[in-house]
Nanobody, 125 residues
């Protein structure tokens, strides 16, 4: 049974930082591309960032987070991370990690077969 478990969400002031983690189990982690998505109140789930299978692999970001967020992974720990800096009120959302098989477009929600339950990020102004 595949499980993706996010952690690290919470309340932060605007301009602050948070680091999210996602621990995966039940799948061969190193063979999956990993992504982070978010969903704000009343909004559709949107792409945030993705990283290709191998550690140190290519990364992709939504324009809204480029230069502020960093995605990384440690295949030895079956974990993907999202470092979020210079947080803005519009970054507040539930953040989800997800796993996609190779060969699919990493920015599309339908590319991902497995999803975590999400972690809440709240940004106070």
């Amino acid at each position: 049974q595949v499980q993706l478990v996010e952690s690290g969400g919470g309340l932060v002031q605007a301009g602050g930082s948070l680091s999210l983690s996602c621990a995966a189990s039940g799948l061969t982690f190193s063979t999956y591309n990993m992504g982070w998505f978010r969903q704000g109140p009343g909004k559709e789930r949107e792409f945030v960032a993705a990283i290709i299978t191998w550690s140190g692999g290519s990364t992709y970001y939504a324009d809204s987070v480029k230069g502020r967020f960093t995605i990384s992974r440690e295949n030895a720990k079956n974990t993907v991370y999202l470092q979020m800096n210079s947080l803005k009120s519009e970054d507040a959302a539930v953040y989800y990690c997800a796993a996609a098989p190779l060969g699919r477009a990493v920015s599309r929600t339908r590319s991902y077969d497995y999803w975590g339950q999400g972690t809440q990020v709240t940004v106070s102004s």
